[in-house]
């Protein structure tokens, strides 16, 4: 059974740091392109953010405008897993972070910029929340 499950959300202060995890299971990350994206309140599906994107073919790595700079993303094979580091957190990137992943010969940028309806396989979700 294939999943993606999100974690690592919360409430943190501007300026404060988090780190999300999407661990997999059912599949390998390493066959696939993988994308985080968020999902801010008020906004439908179709509206989420392509915020970064990991390639399993040569390690590259996209970041949306909005955090480049402030968020990281990286891999660990061993563990199936992805991680989002986000530092320097504004109120602006309060919302719902999701996990996708996406054909192997997508690029990051492709995958980032592939809309919602696309995309076959998401995790629920963790909640971020930025504010004093």
């Known amino acids: 059974q294939w999943q993606l499950v999100e974690s690592g959300g919360g409430l943190v202060q501007p300026g404060g740091s988090l780190k999300l995890s999407c661990a997999a299971s059912?599949?390998?990350?390493?066959?696939?392109?993988i994308g985080w994206f968020r999902q801010a309140p008020g906004k439908e599906h179709e509206e989420r953010e392509g915020?970064?994107?990991?390639?399993?073919?040569?390690?590259?790595?996209y970041y949306a405008d909005s955090v480049k700079g402030r968020f990281t993303i990286s891999r660990d094979n061993a563990k199936n897993t992805v991680y989002l580091q986000m530092n320097s957190l504004k109120p602006e990137d309060t919302a719902v972070y999701h996990c996708?992943?996406?054909?192997?010969?997508?690029?990051?940028?492709?995958?980032?910029?592939?809309?919602?309806?696309?995309?076959?396989?998401w995790g629920q979700g963790t909640q971020v929340t930025v504010s004093s």
């Open positions: 996708a992943v996406g054909p192997l010969h997508y690029t990051t940028q492709t995958m980032c910029l592939t809309p919602f309806g696309a995309l076959d396989y």
């Open positions: 059912g599949f390998t990350l390493d066959s696939y392109t």
């Open positions: 915020v970064s994107c990991i390639s399993s073919n040569d390690g590259s790595t």
